[in-house]
Nanobody, 115 residues
């Protein structure tokens, strides 16, 4: 059974930084498109950032220039570096790994931006 384990969430002040990590227990991690999504209360889950196996990235407009997605295929891990955090970034952040018909999600990690 595939496990998707996120870590790194927490409480941070506006303007601060956090790094989320996600490890996916698949056999060939490098072929997967990996991404981060978020869901704020009362809102639908939405894409934050994703990276293909060929390292092409896609970011939500609201996080461009502030967030950076990266991956370490040797560690089966994807990261989300979040800088200049704003209160509107507060949400549960979910990790996703997808390839062909496989689509795996983590349980989510809470990020709260508040003074």
């Amino acid at each position: 059974q595939v496990q998707v384990v996120e870590s790194g969430g927490g409480l941070v002040q506006p303007g601060g930084s956090l790094t989320l990590s996600c490890t996916v227990s698949v056999h060939i991690f490098s072929v997967y498109t990996v991404g981060w999504y978020r869901q704020a209360p009362g809102q639908q889950r939405a894409l934050v950032a994703k990276m293909t196996s060929g390292l092409t990235t896609n970011y939500a407009e609201s996080v461009k220039g502030r967030f950076t997605i990266s991956r370490d295929n040797a560690k089966n891990t994807v990261y989300l570096q979040m800088n200049s955090l704003k209160p509107e970034d507060t949400a549960v952040y979910y990790c996703n790994a997808a390839w062909l018909i496989s689509d795996f999600w983590g349980q989510g990690t809470q990020v709260t931006v508040s003074s």
